[in-house]
């Protein structure tokens, strides 16, 4: 008996999507699962489609501007229905019936929910996506509107929904009653063994170079530091320009190095090396305020202790496990002060506790959500049947 076909839709470069990556590892044993999105590569041993970045505007909505004042008109139906985006999916992914569809973000739920596979739909909102540019005007008078039309109008009418944290999905559930199931961005789990801290006590920062996550704050910090301690960044190079103040910020401080960005495969085992992570991401939006990013967990899977911000939902875990330490503030100076108070013992206990959950805290472990709701789309449409 052939297994069901799940489509896996995403405007993003499959290759380099952790949460894509790590749920196709979770459902291709029970599934024939397809990818499709940016990039001609996809996943090792699953079958991909590639969807153009930026295809041409078709028919009547090539005239100039009036693609354009359909959205400004909040035509937002129309608007989709002529999405360059959506026209170039529905051409490349009809060309066979699917069964389950899992559409990641609210964007490609318009595409998963026209294609029409014969169980269901999953939507992964990820974030919380009213609130993903709180800083830009005119984002919030452009895009906003539209993001809450696809979330009542697209979203609520699908069969499962899943997002990356409790209190995203309460304020989804609050604002547009979308009740959601939880999946983390847990890393997969590795087999490593703490390492023992010596001086200098090395820290680690990964990911974006996102200006309003203010990673000056952690330079800043280690510069008012007194501790024995060195800060690698592996930024990915998405902002240069950002990235360039950054280093000019450092200087000549030699404590502070800013490393080449390593693939998600070899990241992991490239934090091992390291003491300490930090996940230090002030909350200047509503998504970093209740932020459970992937460096978390692979800190975490590394073994190494956690130094953040008081951010509620990683200090609950933080706390819990007792990964590490929280500063009192999200300022230099409060985060400075948790610096110069390491020991290198207390860096040991932090990544045996690190050690202690690294399973249950694993992909593995926290992933099931999506198989648990994909099982429940197949058996709502076999008992229909």
């Not at 108070?341 to 099931?368: F, I």
Request: proline share 6%.
């Amino acid at each position: 008996m052939a297994k069901p076909s799940i489509l896996i839709i995403s405007f993003s470069p499959i290759s380099s999507s952790p949460r894509v990556r790590k749920q196709v590892a979770i459902l291709r044993d029970e599934y024939e699962v397809v990818t499709a999105g940016f990039g001609a590569e996809g996943i090792s041993g699953t079958e991909h489609i590639e969807l153009a970045t930026d295809p041409e505007l078709r028919g009547i909505y090539r005239l100039r501007g009036l693609y354009q004042i359909i959205f400004l008109l909040r035509m937002f139906r129309a608007f989709t229905m002529n999405n360059p985006r959506f026209l170039d999916a529905i051409d490349k992914l009809s060309f066979r019936k699917w069964d389950v569809i899992i559409a990641h973000n609210s964007e490609t739920v318009p595409i998963a929910r026209t294609l029409r596979p014969n169980m269901g739909v999953m939507c992964d909102l990820h974030e919380y996506a009213p609130e993903q540019h709180e800083p830009s005007a005119k984002w919030r008078f452009l895009v906003l509107p539209y993001i809450k039309w696809l979330l009542r109008h697209e979203v609520r009418h699908v069969d499962e929904v899943i997002n990356v944290g409790e209190g995203i999905i309460d304020r989804y559930e609050k604002e547009f009653g979308i009740r959601s199931a939880l999946v983390t961005n847990a890393s997969p789990y590795k087999e490593f063994e703490p390492t023992p801290t010596a001086s200098p006590i090395r820290l680690v920062h990964s990911g974006i170079p996102a200006p309003e996550r203010r990673p000056e704050v952690m330079i800043e910090a280690v510069k008012q530091s007194r501790a024995d301690v060195t800060l690698d960044f592996y930024f990915m190079e998405t902002d240069r320009e950002y990235l360039a103040k950054l280093k000019e910020l450092a200087g000549s401080d030699a404590r502070i190095a800013f490393q080449k960005p390593v693939a998600y495969e070899q990241l992991v085992e490239t934090l091992h090396s390291y003491d300490l992570g930090l996940s230090f991401i002030l909350p200047t939006q509503f998504n970093d305020e209740w932020c459970l990013p992937n460096k978390f967990f692979d800190f975490i899977q590394a073994r190494l202790g956690i130094i953040i911000g008081p951010s509620p939902e990683l200090a609950q875990y933080v706390g819990k496990y007792g990964l590490g330490a929280v500063a009192e503030d999200f300022s230099a100076a409060s985060l400075a002060i948790v610096l110069d108070g390491l020991t290198l013992e207390q860096v040991d206990a932090w990544k045996r506790a690190a050690h202690d959950c690294a399973y249950e805290l694993s992909a593995e472990q926290q992933s099931g959500a999506w198989l648990e709701g994909v099982e429940r789309i197949v058996a709502a449409a076999s008992a229909r049947a």
